[in-house]
Every structure is written in structure tokens, then in C-alpha cells.
């Protein structure tokens, strides 16, 4: 993985954390607030779930064990 790829998982992933609070936001205001969480869920998992390999990667790479590469 290059550097402009790390970042732009990093972007997608943020951008999956934020749109599952706009889901759940707007969702609460149709269906309720249970199926809301519901509708929620699969988005945070998923975009939390990328933060944490990419705090790990980071991780290894200033540890000097998996490096990200520079191109």
C-alpha cells in the first residue's frame, strides 16, 4: 500500500462513520429508532473496523515492522 492509497481508505472510512450518523438521523424520523440502529450498524462496523487496521499499519510502519511505501 502507497501513501495515497492509506489516505484514501482513511477518507472512505471517515466518510463511512459519518454517513452511518446521517442514516441513523434521518432514518429515526421515518422508521423509528430501533430499525434506525439497525440501518446504522453495518456502515459503523465497517468503517470503524478500517480505522482500526489503518491505526495498526501506522502503527507498524512508524515501528518500523510494515512500511508503507512512499509511491
Known amino acids: 500500500m502507497d501513501r495515497s492509497g492509506f489516505v484514501k481508505l482513511s477518507v472512505v472510512a471517515f466518510g ?3 454517513c452511518s450518523f446521517f442514516v441513523r438521523g434521518v ?3 421515518f422508521v423509528g429508532q430501533t430499525t434506525a440502529e439497525i440501518l446504522q450498524a453495518p456502515l ?3 468503517g470503524f473496523s478500517i ?3 489503518l ?4 502503527t507498524l ?7 508503507v511505501d512512499e509511491t
Open 16 to 18: 463511512l462513520v459519518v
Open 27 to 29: 432514518s429515526q424520523l
Open 44 to 46: 459503523a462496523i465497517v
Open 51 to 53: 480505522l482500526v487496521y
Open 55 to 58: 491505526f495498526i499499519r501506522a
Open 61 to 67: 510502519d512508524a515501528a518500523g515492522i510494515w512500511s
